[in-house]
Each structure stands twice: as structure tokens, then as C-alpha cells.
């Protein structure tokens, strides 16, 4: 077997890392991703009662040939759906040939509802690395998504797991 290291720091993954065993296939670039857990505070500023609602923005790049269809199964069912954000992942070979997530340094497995999606497509040019008669370009997308959270597991080294859950 090989490791494989894709040397992305992070990593998004349509399922529950705890849950189900994950293909380098099934993954997309996270170019961005956002969010602000807050709770009320007293007046000497400490906090008290549950997290307040959260949105994740999470911006991904793919490229347009299909890929997303389970992201906007995810929107039009309007059901609870599992993502696993994963940093400095690392891939085996397994013995079928499949490169299966085999490492990570930390993680967030996140559950919510998939609220909005939107595409932004574009071209990327190589012209700084070729020569000019050699130009070419590639047709690339890039997707945010909006989820409205009500829980976030942390995944630490040594098997450590924390768990917030969030008030919507």
C-alpha cells in the first residue's frame, strides 16, 4: 500500500467521517470556508445560555460536469445532511486500488441543513507558464455553500472529539 498526500490543507467531504470510510474521489478543495459560533452575554461580558444560530460558508472549487448533484439533492430535500471538513489529509491505496482518506490532522463534522448554493464560473489561463502559441485554458467552478448548522464535532489528534450544539 501507498500513502498519497494531495498537499491540501483542507478538505470537504459530502459524509460523516465517524460514520462511513471516505474516497479521495468524493472530496472537493475547500478554497474558503466561515463561521461564528456566539452566545448572549451578561453585562460583565460573560456568556451564558446555548449557541446562537450559525451559518458555515464553505467555498469549494470543482469543476462544471456534474459532481454537485448531491449537494442540490441535499437543498431541494431540505434534510439534515452530515459534511466533514478535513485538514492535511493523507490517502492510502488500499487493496482494490481506491485511495481512502487514511490520515488527517484535525477535523469538523458538521450537521445542518444545506440553505444556498451558488456557482461562479470562470476561465484560468496558463499563459505565465507557456508559451504563447501553447496557451491554454480550463474552465473552472467555484461554489459556495451556506449551511445552517445544529451541531459541530472538533476531531483532535488522539482521537479527542468535542461537540457543540447550536440553538436555530
Not at 25 to 51: A, L, V, W
Amino acid at each position: 500500500m501507498q500513502n498519497i498526500s494531495n498537499y491540501l490543507k483542507a478538505t470537504l467531504f459530502f459524509d460523516d467521517l465517524n460514520e462511513t470510510r471516505v474516497k479521495r474521489e468524493d472530496s472537493f478543495t475547500i478554497q474558503q470556508f466561515h463561521y461564528e459560533c456566539t452566545r448572549k452575554r451578561n453585562n460583565t461580558g460573560m456568556p451564558y445560555g446555548p449557541t446562537m444560530t450559525t451559518l458555515l460558508q464553505i467555498q469549494i472549487k470543482s469543476l462544471p460536469n456534474g459532481y454537485l448533484k448531491e449537494l442540490y439533492k441535499r437543498l431541494d430535500e431540505q434534510t439534515e445532511s452530515h459534511f466533514s471538513v478535513v485538514f492535511n489529509a493523507t490517502f492510502r491505496t488500499d487493496d482494490c486500488g481506491e485511495n481512502m482518506l487514511s490520515d488527517y490532522d484535525s477535523g469538523l463534522i458538521i450537521t445542518g441543513y444545506v440553505i444556498s448554493v451558488d456557482e461562479t464560473f470562470g476561465t484560468w489561463s496558463e499563459s505565465a507558464t507557456v508559451l504563447p502559441q501553447e496557451e491554454k485554458t480550463t474552465d473552472l467552478m467555484m461554489t459556495n455553500i451556506k449551511l445552517l448548522t445544529k451541531s459541530i464535532i472538533y476531531i483532535g489528534s488522539d482521537s479527542y472529539q468535542k461537540r457543540l450544539y447550536i440553538n436555530f
